[in-house]
């Protein structure tokens, strides 16, 4: 058995918490980035059956897997939609960007059906080998046309939308919660201003009223910004 991929108490390749690059990192090397260990392993025991014989390596969090990504050599980046804004704050001092994203979500996740057709690729435990392909061979395709990776995710009445930090509008209080307006829609969702900013990798205005703005909505790009995370506004 190859041992292509790492997995605790499974077939143990390198350990994320002490090793600092593999020798052989290559456009053939998958991250999979998921807390759940069982819906981890699941997934990575198909990746590795692929006929490319891809190398799998699990990390559960963004700071684990933070030295391989900044290796610049990873062809696909599997990564639980919960973990998306840490990568998002790594994303902009990376030399290279993964080729190829797949978002996961959790295995009791409701409302997740709509992601399919917001993001370029989506995947929800059970895994079945078959969608697998699906989404490999449509992203794979030379005439595939990614979708902006310039997104975070808000969590509204159960269901995680895609939004381009260019669509943010504006964001403020209202009775206990946060009113996120962007160009194509309004949401009411738990938190605070201050913790809505600090999972942004651009910078939004602060108003006498107690609103977060972007002032350059109109224009769609933040000037001397550098994101990182996808295709160019």
């Not at 997995?7 to 807390?35: A, K």
């Not at 990376?94 to 009791?108: C, E, I, T």
């Not at 829609?185 to 809505?196: H, I, K, N, P, W």
């Not at 009223?209 to 001397?224: A, H």
Request: glycine share 6%; hydrophobic share 40%; charged share 20%.
């Amino acid at each position: 058995m190859r041992n292509d991929f790492y997995y605790p108490d499974y077939i143990r390749l390198v350990c994320p918490y002490f090793v600092t690059m593999p020798d052989n990192l290559s456009l053939s090397t998958i991250i999979l980035i998921d807390s759940d260990e069982t819906a981890a392993a699941e997934l990575a025991v198909l990746l590795h059956g692929r006929q490319e014989g891809p190398r799998v390596l699990i990390y559960g969090a963004v700071r684990d897997a933070a030295c391989l990504l900044r290796g610049g050599a990873v062809e696909w980046l599997f990564i639980r939609i919960t973990a998306w804004d840490d990568y998002q704050l790594l994303a902009y001092s990376l030399p290279n960007l993964p080729r190829h994203v797949v978002f996961l979500s959790g295995r009791n996740e409701k409302c997740t059906g709509h992601l399919a057709s917001t993001v370029d690729g989506h995947l929800q435990p059970p895994y079945r080998a078959g969608h697998l392909a699906k989404i490999w061979n449509r992203m794979t395709d030379p005439n595939f046309a990614p979708l902006p990776l310039d997104i975070f995710f808000i969590k509204c009445k159960a269901r995680y939308q895609p939004v381009r930090y260019c669509d943010i509008r504006e964001v403020s209080r209202e009775s206990g919660q946060l009113r996120i307006e962007t160009r194509d829609a309004e949401y009411l969702v738990a938190g605070s201003l201050q913790a809505f900013q600090e999972r942004l990798p651009v910078p939004l205005a602060h108003t006498s009223r107690g609103c977060l703005v972007n002032e350059v909505y109109e224009r769609g790009w933040w000037p001397g910004v550098k994101i990182r995370a996808g295709l160019s506004f």
